[in-house]
């Protein structure tokens, strides 16, 4: 499972983390949930949740000082994805670069990939 965060990204969830985590216990298994999910203005669209219970088949990996778990419905659409932080003057946040999307909305957060059916299945 490729998923890349950028050395700014990874900044960022990683501040992120460290501010939220409340105590020492969720701290060693705090980390950020990837996902893509039904919807959007192209069909699918990313999902970035905090947590610190990862469901049982996430696929965990680890990059710097963040823990990712990936949804394993999602990774087939998610592999190779660049995650990237962006800060601009219309437009602030986390950016997908991904290179099964056949297609992209305007807004950046969904996307099409193929002629997949829009349940998480992987495209051929």
């Not at 216990?25 to 949740?49: H, L, P, Q, W």
């Amino acid at each position: 499972m490729a998923v890349t965060l950028t050395e700014k990204a990874e900044f960022r969830l990683w501040a992120f983390l460290r501010g939220s985590a409340t105590d020492e216990s969720n701290k060693a298994t705090k980390g950020v949930r990837i996902s893509v999910k039904d919807g959007g203005c192209s069909g699918y669209e990313y999902g970035i949740d905090i947590t610190s219970q990862p469901q049982p088949d996430d696929i965990v990996t680890q990059q710097g000082n963040v823990l990712l778990y990936v949804d394993a419905k999602s990774a087939p659409l998610l592999e190779g994805v660049v995650i990237d932080f962006v800060e601009g003057v219309m437009d602030s946040g986390f950016k997908f670069t991904n290179p099964n999307a056949t297609d992209t909305c305007g807004c950046g957060k969904s996307f099409k990939a193929g002629d997949c059916s829009p349940e998480g299945v992987p495209c051929s």
